[in-house]
């Protein structure tokens, strides 16, 4: 079976521009996790979403959104991009009630 | 509020030697514990995880890990490294309907020396 899977996997944006990240949960997974982890430091927590709803954030800025679709599959965006904002940006899934969540590559962005 | 540290930002073994990985967690309540793996350039592999059944875990690759709630500690073992396992390591804490939060701890690089 597929495991989580994300687009694009690297992506370079200059400061003030909008990003928008791709995510593709474990099939049979309707809950999807989005954590930021930047250079040397442990994943962050920014959102969780099931049933396409807000379930969970992060200590984030309203710059950073997200949805989920009906197939679960979501998009992490974040406005406005700072400097600050250059981390791998991972996706997970899990099954709604089951704390083991699944992971994905990540999508490494760069902010110029 | 529940938070998880990690003793030891690098540890480096010779293969073949045990492989200890230190972590505790502070929560009100019993916490869901895991361990991943993160090579260079992917995301995370989990290792293992303790769900409030059996204290000593065993997970892929050989690793294990005994939860002592006395302690407060989720430590990783594995009885002899493999060069293979040179990555790093994350323990991370969740609590049941915290909407999927995983609170990871800062990472701990291991290196296996020949």
């Known amino acids: 079976d597929a495991g989580v899977t994300q687009s694009p996997t690297h992506l370079i944006k200059t400061r003030g521009q909008q990003v928008t990240l791709r995510c593709s949960p474990i099939s049979g997974h309707k809950s999807v996790s989005w954590y930021q982890q930047v250079l040397g430091q442990g994943p962050q927590f920014i959102f969780q979403?099931?049933?396409?709803?807000?379930?969970g954030r992060g200590n984030f800025p309203d710059r950073f959104s997200a949805r989920q679709f009906p197939n679960y599959s979501s998009e992490l965006n974040v406005n406005a991009l700072l400097l600050g904002d250059s981390a791998l940006y991972l996706c997970?899934?899990?099954?709604?009630?089951?704390?083991?969540?699944?992971f994905g590559p990540g999508t490494r962005l760069l902010v110029l | 509020a529940q938070s998880v540290t990690q003793l030891g930002s690098h540890v480096s073994v010779s293969e073949g030697a045990l492989v200890l990985l230190r972590c505790n967690y502070s929560?009100?309540?019993?916490?869901?514990l895991f361990w991943y793996v993160q090579y260079p350039n992917q995301g995370l592999q989990l290792l293992l995880k303790y769900t409030s059944a059996a204290t000593l875990v065993k997970g892929i690759n050989g690793f294990e890990a005994e939860f002592k709630k006395s302690e407060t500690s989720f430590h990783l073992t594995k009885p002899s490294a493999h060069m293979s396992d040179a990555a790093e390591y994350f323990c991370?804490?969740?609590?049941?309907?915290?909407?999927?939060?995983?609170?990871f701890g800062q990472g701990t690089e291991l290196s296996v020396k020949p």
């Open positions: 929560s009100s309540v019993p916490p869901y």
């Open positions: 991370a804490v969740s609590l049941y309907n915290q909407g999927g939060k995983l609170i």
């Open positions: 997970a899934s899990s099954l709604w009630g089951e704390e083991t969540q699944y």
């Open positions: 979403y099931y049933e396409k709803e807000e379930r």
